[in-house]
Structure formats: C-alpha cells, structure tokens
C-alpha cells in the first residue's frame, strides 16, 4: 500500500516529471492508488509523445503561422523567429504565413520531412508591392538529409531525377531522388569521385582523381555503370564540349588538371574557345574567342620566375642535375623544393594560382551566344556564322561589390541569374542578355557558405553539412521570376 509522497515520487522518478507528480499528489486522494498508477501512465504516455518542431525567422514582425484552414498557431516575435510544435506527423500539413501588408504564402511538408525533430522554414516575407524585386523565395525547408557519416559534394539533374555524389573518406555512393526529393535509387563504389559530371550526350560521368566511370539509371530504377576510362579521355573527349549551337560544337582548351602541385599552362586562368561543325568530318577546330586573367596570370608568373631562379641558384651551389636545364622536368613543382624556403614559395604560388575559380560558360540564347568576360565585365556576343559581333559593358544594377564571378543558367527553363555572394550567402540577380544588365534580387539559400549551389526548374539548391548530426543537407528554395517582357525581343 502506497501511503506517502515520497513513495510514489520514487516509483515514477524516471517517467513523468516532479512537477506532474505533485500535481497529482495534490489533486487525488491517497487512498486511491490504482486510480494514482493509471494517471501516471497515462500522463507518461502523454509526456512521451513525438513531435517535430518547425521553426525560422520570417524577417517580420507578428507574422501569423497557422495550419491551413484551422486556428492552431503562433506569430513572429520582434526579431522575426518563430516556433510551432506539430504532433501530428502520419499526414501532409500546409502552413498559412499571413501578415498584414504582405504577401500570404503557403508552405507544405510532406510526412517524410515531419519524422525529424524540427524543420527550418525560414523566407523573407514580401510585400504587397513587390514591383522592385526582381527574385523572390517562396520557402525555405530541408530537401534531403544524406545518411549519417556522409558528406554530399556535388549534384546533378539529368530527366526528372537528381543526382547525389555522397563521399566517406574512401569511399562514394550516388543516390537518386526524384524532383520531391524521394530516393529512386542507389550505389555504392570502393573508390572516391569527385564530382559529378553531364556531358551534351546527357551522358551521367563520375569523376575522379585518376579515372572516370559513366553511370546510368535503368528503367527498374536500378545504377548500372559502363567500363571506367581514364582522365585524359574525359578532359580530352568530354570537357572539351561546352555546348551545342547553330550546328557546332562550342569547345574549350583542355586545362591542364593534374594536381595542385603540377604546373598549369597559364596557370589555368586562360579559356580559349574554338567551334566544331557536326557535319564536318574532319572535326577541324576553328577559334572563336579568348579570355586570360591578366592580373593572376602576372602575379603567377612574377612567383614563378622567383622560383625557378632560386631553384637554380640551390642547384648550382649543391650540385645535381638540373630538370630544367636539362628538358627533363615534368612539371611537378615539388621537384623544385631543395630548401625549405622554395618548398615555401611553391605552397604559396599553387595558392595564388588556384585562389580565383575563372569560369567562363558560354550562354545560349534563342539567336545569338554570349561569353561573359566576368574579368573583364564585357559581354562578347557571336552571332550564328560564329562572328564576334559586339563587345560590351556587363552592366551590375545594385550589389555590384559583392558579385561573384558565375552566371548560372536554368537549362529547364531558359533563365540566367548572376550570383552575389553577400555575408555569405548566396543571393541570384536576373540576368538580362539583351541589355547586359544583372539585377540585385534576393537570397537563394538559408545558410552561409553552401558546399555546392545549383539551379534547375525554378529551384535553387543549396548543399550544406550538419556537423551536430554528421550528415549532409540540401535546401531547396523556390524562385519567382518577374522578367522584362523585352527580354528576348531582337
């Protein structure tokens, strides 16, 4: 028989919490027990029951959130965070963000998304006049989590499917998912990739350090592989091809890409483009354009005359062979480091000569092709016999110090945005190829410093690790357009 307070405290110690106990102590005759015990279990139960929390900042003050169609919810405090517990998981809930003086906007979670511990929903809410902004977001939720002790480091779209390359330390794994995020399928390789790679054959191509392997999805949803080739064949053969227009293919020089150690021609800062007619059986490459980072290409060539000269200083104090005297050197700049101090200098010159990614991707439009010079901040356009036909100023609306060098093209559906990069976060402007104007918009990512930032169909993604949790995360963020009706008007 259970008498006193300290007895049931100590029955119940690891269930239900002291407050709820004393509640019960207070409120039930003692002599009751049996009625005590069931209480207690139900309100265990209770206590135990699973939730997931969705939370973020809205931007806004007082914004209301609440379930679709009831009147469950909460408001946005001064700094614009919110939190909303949701106890019913088995089922889709749409949540309602109204607030007065913007625009309403509803959010869906779908019942996979509800079997984690919170969810972050975190957008700027427009106004009702949004006539200024050129890019706004919808929402911004978890797309994917990798499995636990996996890293996502890169992506690709190909169909209707999106492709994962997940990394372990030694090894890859390339996961399928559908446009909703659902896994279709998966595999798993003993050796590590690198990235992820579509050629213009929409051919699926793992890249690695010393070899590449082409993957494809069959139609029971399975990854099957073809022979795996070697580098060289895919910077010779694939990397090449940029795109396809007016009957040609739009080639770059192959960059020299051995490792970070191995001297690179120009210091792979240099894109020559030529174009390949498809009906010409000889393939014969005929120039186009050009473009060299002059300012790093100096800055590399300064660091590297130092090297080599203090090379053959070491070399003739100490004897030995000298590689480069004697046209057998291979291009390993380590090779070189006979001190300390040129091992040193060679460290810093793969620095300088790696610091800026110089991509130039050309940017095809209905009647015309368009390079942009982003060293430069020129616009080249070539017409369709292959004629440079203008060279103009690329024209930065707003944000223009925080632009990045990088335009990215939606190839679903035809639009170009320039990337800002602002705190570190990733923020897409329209671009406008007939006026050579990029326009300030708003971000297109909830974090700073996304591991990998792609666009497809209307979607940004953003690739991020959750160190806490040990696993990889994609957000997706849907983007709305308000493009100039002029845009392609010529």
């Known amino acids: 028989m259970i008498n006193n307070k300290s007895s049931i405290k100590n029955l119940y110690h690891n269930g239900v919490g002291t ?77 309602y963000y109204s607030c007065i003086g913007y625009q309403d906007t509803i959010v869906s979670l779908m019942p996979k998304q509800l079997q984690q511990d919170s969810v972050n929903i975190s957008f700027r809410m427009r106004k009702q006049d949004y ?26 779209f190909l169909g209707d499917h999106i492709y994962l390359l997940e990394n372990k330390p030694k090894t890859s794994s390339v996961v399928v998912l559908d446009l909703e995020g659902t896994e279709k399928a998966r595999a798993d390789y003993d050796k590590l990739y690198e990235k992820l790679y579509v050629d213009c054959f929409h051919n699926m191509i793992l890249v690695g350090q010393d070899s590449c392997l082409q993957i494809y999805l069959t139609d029971q949803d399975n990854l099957l ?19 396809e227009f007016n009957g040609a293919y739009i080639t770059k020089t192959a960059i020299h890409d051995k490792g970070i150690f191995w001297l690179k021609h120009n210091h792979g800062k240099s894109q020559n483009f030529e174009y390949v007619l498809k009906d010409d059986p000889e393939k014969q490459p005929h120039p186009l354009c050009s473009f060299l980072d002059t300012i790093g290409y100096i800055g590399c060539q300064s660091q590297l005359i130092s090297i080599v000269s203090e090379y053959h200083q070491v070399v003739a104090e100490e004897g030995g062979i000298d590689l480069i005297n004697e046209g057998v050197w291979d291009g390993y700049m380590v090779s070189l480091a006979q001190t300390g101090s040129l091992l040193f200098k060679i460290q ?23 390079f942009v010079d982003v ?66 918009g708003q971000k297109a990512c909830k974090g700073v410093y996304p591991k990998v930032f792609k666009i497809n169909d209307g979607y940004a993604y953003s690739v991020f690790y959750d160190s806490y949790r040990n696993q990889g995360v994609i957000n997706r963020v849907r983007i709305t357009l308000r493009q100039p009706s002029s845009l392609y008007d010529r």
């Open 19 to 95: 407050k709820t106990i004393d509640f019960v102590i207070t409120f039930v005759p003692m002599k009751r027990c049996f009625l005590v015990i069931v209480l207690l279990c139900l309100l265990g139960n209770l206590g135990a029951q699973t939730k997931t929390v969705v939370y973020g900042n809205l931007g806004v003050e007082n914004v209301n959130i609440s379930l679709l169609n009831t009147r469950y919810g909460t408001s946005s405090d001064a700094k614009g965070h919110y939190e909303l517990p949701i106890y019913d998981r088995s089922k889709q809930i749409n949540l």
């Open 348 to 370: 810093w010159y793969c620095t300088i000569a790696t610091k800026k990614e110089y991509c130039i991707l050309p940017l095809i439009f209905t009647d015309f092709l368009q």
């Open 375 to 440: 060293d430069n901040h020129q616009i080249v356009e070539i017409n369709k016999n292959f004629e440079v036909t203008s060279r103009r100023p690329l024209k930065v609306t707003s944000g223009e110090k925080y632009f990045k060098n990088e335009f990215l093209k939606d190839e679903a559906t035809g639009n170009t945005y320039g990337l800002f990069i602002q705190d570190g976060v990733n923020h897409l402007g329209f671009y406008d190829p007939v006026n050579g104007t990029v326009g300030m």
């Open 225 to 243: 592989s073809v022979a795996p080739f070697s580098r060289e064949a895919y910077r010779d053969k694939l990397l090449r091809i940029v795109c």
């Open 131 to 156: 006539s200024l902004q050129e890019v706004g977001v919808t929402a911004s939720r978890d797309f994917y989590r990798s499995k636990r002790g996996r890293n996502i480091t890169d992506m690709a």
